[in-house]
Structure formats: structure tokens, C-alpha cells
């Protein structure tokens, strides 16, 4: 079955230091989003893509960076880890089309940072 | 700013019981909006989805009602079980925003035995 995967499902870093998560679907899915998701706000977009070499930025977008190589990845990378980024981040994927795509969501990462 | 707020915030039940869930947006012009329901731990899983034009869609015991004059959205949920223990979410997609999603901060729900 097809499905979308997120590593590492948790996290601990340090202040400073750089770090990837990774998310990898199966859908064939043109479009991939990130998210994190924090106590008292809804779900927040960071960086998006539509396609092979397409990135977008969100609505949380500063300290992150997204680069998309393959159909299958979309990697998340915090440059220089900071306290603020401490939170649950939610990977998603859609087929490209009509307004009313289905997202389907990844199991989430949880990251603290130290 | 465009924003979903969901009431109320938390929501505990007896099993068995029906419950609403409310949703007031400001999202416009907006081309759908979605219900999502969000296990502890997991992601957030599709319940219904509606488009401006639709009042209500059901999903088992799941019915969604959408009034785009008023801008508010609830969920019902009927007869209710442990297993609908869970955040529920609701979300608007923005027209002029790219269809991009706008998420509720959602009502955490208990059922208890």
C-alpha cells in the first residue's frame, strides 16, 4: 500500500546544530508540504513543493529550507537549531489538480531542541 | 488575517452520546473546507471534505454542515465511541491563497466508558 513515512519519528538537538528530518512517500504524489504543529496554533505551513525542483516558502518559513531531488523525498532542514523550533512537524503529500486534493498526512517528528 | 477558530476546546462525553463540534472561519473567499480527525500521536486523517456550494456531507456517524453566508461549519458525531477519542480539526482552503490550507486549532475530544 502507499503511504508516507517521516525519520526520525524523535528527535533531541542541541541549540545550534543543523538537522534534517526526512519524509519519503510512496503516492507518486506531485505535491509535498511541511508543517509544524504547536500547542495553541493550529497547523502551520513551512515550505511546500509541486514538483522536481520546485520549493515554496510558507507561512513559518525562516530558519528552514526544503530541496526536492526526486518525486518520492522532501527533506526538512533546520540550518541552525533554535529553542523556538522545538515542536511536532507533519510532513504531507497530494496528487496535483482540483482544489479538493486529499492531503494525507506523514506520522510526524517530534523535535526539542536543547 | 485569515483564521479558523473552533469551539470548544476540549469536550468530554459519555459513550453513546451524539456531540457537535463548531467552526467559525474568515477565510474569502475559500474553496472548500475540511474536517480532519488527529489521533495522540499521529497525523491528521480526512473526515469529509466540502466545497462552498455543498451544506452537508456524512461519513459513517460523521456528518459535516457547511453555511458560507454565516461562515461556520460544525461536525456532528453520533453515537459516539471510544475510538472517537481525538482531536478534530477543521480547515479551510483560501482561494487567492493558492488553495494553501488554513488549519483550526482544533477540539480535543474524550469519550469515557
Redesign the interface.
Known amino acids: 500500500d502507499a503511504e508516507i513515512t517521516q525519520s526520525p519519528r524523535h528527535k533531541i538537538t542541541e541549540t545550534g546544530r543543523q538537522v534534517t528530518l526526512a519524509c519519503h512517500q510512496t503516492w507518486n504524489h506531485n505535491n509535498m508540504f511541511w508543517y509544524r504543529q504547536d500547542l495553541g496554533h493550529g497547523l502551520r505551513l513551512i515550505h511546500y513543493s509541486y514538483g522536481v525542483h520546485d520549493t515554496n516558502k510558507g507561512e513559518v518559513s525562516d530558519g528552514y529550507s526544503v530541496s526536492r531531488s526526486n518525486t518520492e523525498d522532501l527533506p526538512l532542514t533546520l540550518e541552525s537549531a533554535a529553542s523556538s523550533q522545538t515542536s511536532v512537524y507533519f510532513c504531507a503529500s497530494s496528487e496535483q489538480g482540483a482544489p479538493t486534493y486529499e492531503q494525507y498526512f506523514g506520522p510526524g517528528t517530534r523535535l526539542t531542541v536543547t | 488575517k485569515n483564521q ?1 477558530e473552533q469551539s470548544p476546546q476540549s469536550l468530554i462525553i459519555l459513550e453513546g452520546k451524539n456531540c457537535t463540534l463548531q467552526c467559525n472561519y474568515t477565510v474569502s473567499p475559500f ?2 473546507l475540511r474536517w480532519y480527525k488527529q489521533d495522540t ?6 473526515l469529509t ?1 466540502m ?1 462552498f456550494s455543498e451544506n452537508t456531507k456524512s461519513n459513517g456517524r460523521y456528518t459535516a454542515t457547511l453555511d458560507a453566508d454565516t461562515k461556520q461549519s460544525s461536525l456532528h458525531i453520533t453515537a459516539s465511541q471510544l475510538s472517537d477519542s481525538a482531536s478534530y ?1 477543521c ?1 479551510v ?1 483560501h ?1 487567492n491563497a493558492g ?8 477540539t480535543r475530544l474524550m469519550v469515557k466508558p
Open positions: 479558523v474553496s472548500n500521536g499521529r497525523g491528521p486523517v480526512s471534505i466545497t480539526i480547515v482552503s482561494i488553495n494553501m490550507l488554513t488549519f483550526g486549532g482544533g
